[in-house]
């Protein structure tokens, strides 16, 4: 998140390409949203006495999995995007991920250093949206940690920046230095956002159907 922010998008192909996935997938979830919306609809309107067990077993099928799933993969993208990239770490051209210190070598890259406990946060970090998916069972529970599962990113953000910015001893990095992994904690922030008003959406839905009951 903190990285983010000193990135300006540089690459025209690589923001072409990622618009065109954003609008092929808007169109498949605007269509599974809307078939979604219709079971509920039959579900509640079949009869006055619909079993909350089907309700609720309808309600996992919703939206915000499809976000929290995306919000977890992001998270995971981490171990293949480098962070920063054509930086010097002791003199020598490196790159950096959540994994470690990648330095070019005789042409090569070698894995020259490890961040362990970086890498079981990152891990971490990208299982609880898959654990949220599984309490659709109590919305609100579900919204409340989608909103401190943000100040977790904002946190494991920070945590991320600081160590790119001991490595390279706090050298001053540019558009050309930044890589996608430097991108990708604001975008899962964006995706668990999405869950959690569309999570806000089913509970107003939910609540309304059983009015009408």
């Given at each position: 998140m903190f990285l983010a922010g000193n990135l300006i998008f540089?690459?025209?192909?690589f923001i072409f390409a990622l618009c065109e996935?954003?609008?092929v997938v808007k169109v498949v979830l605007v269509v599974v949203v809307e078939k979604c919306s219709f079971s509920i609809a039959s579900a509640t309107n079949t009869t006055n006495t619909t079993s909350p067990t089907l309700?609720?077993?309808?309600?996992?099928?919703?939206i915000q999995s499809v976000w929290l799933l995306l919000a977890?993969?992001?998270?995971?993208?981490?171990?293949?995007f480098p962070l920063v990239h054509n930086v010097y770490v002791a003199g020598v051209p490196s790159t950096i991920k959540v994994t470690g210190i990648f330095q070019d070598a005789n042409g090569v890259q070698a894995h020259t250093d490890s961040f362990i406990a970086l890498i079981a946060a990152t891990a971490i970090v990208a299982i609880i949206?898959?654990?949220?998916?599984?309490?659709?069972?109590?919305?609100k529970q579900q919204v409340m940690l989608c909103?401190?599962?943000?100040l977790v990113i904002f946190g494991?953000?920070?945590?991320?920046?600081?160590?790119?910015?001991?490595?390279?001893?706090?050298?001053?990095?540019d558009t050309n230095n930044f890589g996608i992994g430097a991108l990708l904690s604001s975008?899962?922030?964006?995706?668990?956002?999405?869950?959690?008003?569309?999570?806000?959406?089913?509970?107003?839905?939910?609540?309304?159907?059983?009015r009408l009951r």
């Open positions: 540089g690459s025209n192909n996935v954003v609008l309700l609720t077993k309808i309600m996992i099928q919703r977890s993969l992001v998270i995971f993208a981490l171990f293949l949206p898959l654990v949220l998916i599984f309490l659709y069972k109590n919305r909103y401190v599962y943000i494991y953000s920070f945590w991320v920046a600081q160590t790119v910015k001991s490595y390279t001893g706090g050298a001053t990095l975008v899962s922030i964006v995706l668990v956002l999405l869950a959690a008003k569309a999570i806000q959406r089913d509970e107003k839905l939910v609540k309304s159907a059983d």
